[in-house]
């Protein structure tokens, strides 16, 4: 089983507010990723959690703040958002941090709409 | 040096004919070159990838072209189908790293 799941699939919210995004895995992945997407462009990395350890925060602005409560999950949590946020945002994971071949296996992203 | 550079940015094949995307790449770092596909709404899922160390790899109708001297590799779809009708990204990866460099995309049509 290779897959990656993310709720939810739709989220609609307002500069104010505060949400979160989920992911989890299953596959015994010890890295986990959070990407943003752009329609017509490809993923651009956030954020890499190593062994439950944030390892990179791609210079992402604070009002994107991730946690990884065990080895299997990732949470976004948003606040303030703008509108410009809008995108689509995939998480992923690979089996052994720091390893060029390792597959990123990705899930189907959560569409935000932030209004 | 990071960039990788991908084209054609769309392509328009008939069914039975063969599609071709290029990619280019600067960092000689580089030493892993995964190619993924991805369907509208969906999220990019990993066709196929190779090492540097050999020219081509083949997995049913994808190829993976790599040609180190040049710094490009390329992915050829034989007898291309409706349903491979999809956004493709090339990447690649330096090692000691699981970081994935992408390039820009390209969006694949293919008539029936």
């Known amino acids: 089983d290779t897959e990656v799941t993310q709720t939810p699939k739709h989220l609609v919210m307002g500069m104010t507010n505060k949400k979160s995004l989920k992911c989890e895995q299953h596959?015994?992945?010890?890295?986990m990723y959070w990407y943003k997407q752009k329609a017509k462009k490809p993923p651009e990395l956030m954020f890499v959690?190593?062994?439950?350890?944030?390892?990179i925060n791609e210079s992402v602005p604070s009002r994107f703040s991730p946690e990884c409560p065990n080895s299997s999950l990732l949470n976004l949590h948003l606040h303030a958002l703008q509108p410009e946020d809008s995108a689509l945002y995939l998480c992923?994971?690979?089996?052994?941090?720091?390893?060029?071949?390792?597959?990123?296996?990705f899930g189907p992203g959560t569409r935000l709409t932030v209004l | 040096q990071q960039q990788v550079k991908q084209s054609p940015q769309s392509l328009i094949v008939q069914k039975g004919g063969i599609s071709i995307i290029n990619c280019a790449y600067e960092?000689?770092?580089?030493?892993?070159f995964p190619w993924y596909q991805q369907f509208p709404g969906k999220g990019p899922a990993l066709l196929i990838a190779?090492?540097?160390?050999?020219s081509e790899k083949k997995e049913g109708r994808f190829t993976i072209s790599f040609n180190k001297s040049a710094k490009q590799f390329s992915l050829h779809i034989m007898d291309s189908q409706p349903g491979d009708s999809a956004t493709y990204f090339c990447?690649?990866?330096?090692?000691?790293?699981?970081?994935?460099?992408f390039g820009e995309g390209t969006q694949l049509t293919v008539n029936p």
């Open positions: 992923a994971s690979s089996q052994e941090p720091d390893t060029s071949t390792d597959t990123q296996y």
């Open positions: 596959m015994g992945h010890r890295a």
């Open positions: 959690y190593s062994y439950e350890k944030l390892s």
């Open positions: 960092n000689t770092a580089f030493d892993y």
């Open positions: 190779i090492r540097p160390d050999v």
């Open positions: 990447a690649a990866s330096m090692r000691s790293g699981s970081r994935l460099t």
